[in-house]
C-alpha cells in the first residue's frame, strides 16, 4: 500500500464518528469513504477517509442515531483505520 501524503492532511482528512441509538445499533452502515464500521449493542463507530463534515454527517443523519460525536485521531490510529480499510477494499 502507498499512501503519498503529508501526515498532517492524512491526519485532516481521517475521522471517526461514533453514532448512539435508542434501539440496537444497525448491522451496516454504509457512507462514503468509509473505511470501517463497528456496531456493539446501541452503539456504532465508522472510520471514514477525506472527511466532509456536513456531507458525512447529513448522510449519517438517514439512520436516525440519537447523538453522534466526531472525533480525530491520532497518527497511529489512522494509520490502523486506513490499513484495514484497504484490506477490505475501501481505500
Known amino acids: 500500500m502507498l499512501l503519498s501524503q503529508e501526515a498532517d492532511a492524512f491526519l485532516a482528512s481521517v475521522r471517526r464518528v461514533r453514532l448512539a441509538f435508542d434501539g440496537p445499533a444497525p448491522k ?9 464500521f463497528q456496531s456493539d449493542g446501541r452503539d ?37 483505520e486506513y490499513v484495514c480499510g484497504a484490506e477490505r477494499g475501501n481505500v
Open 44 to 80: 456504532a463507530s465508522i472510520s471514514i477517509r477525506n472527511f466532509d463534515e456536513k456531507k458525512t454527517l447529513d448522510g449519517l443523519k438517514t439512520y436516525r442515531p440519537t447523538g453522534m460525536e466526531v472525533e480525530p485521531l491520532q497518527l497511529e490510529d489512522a494509520f490502523v
Open 28 to 36: 451496516e452502515i454504509r457512507c462514503e469513504g468509509m473505511l470501517r
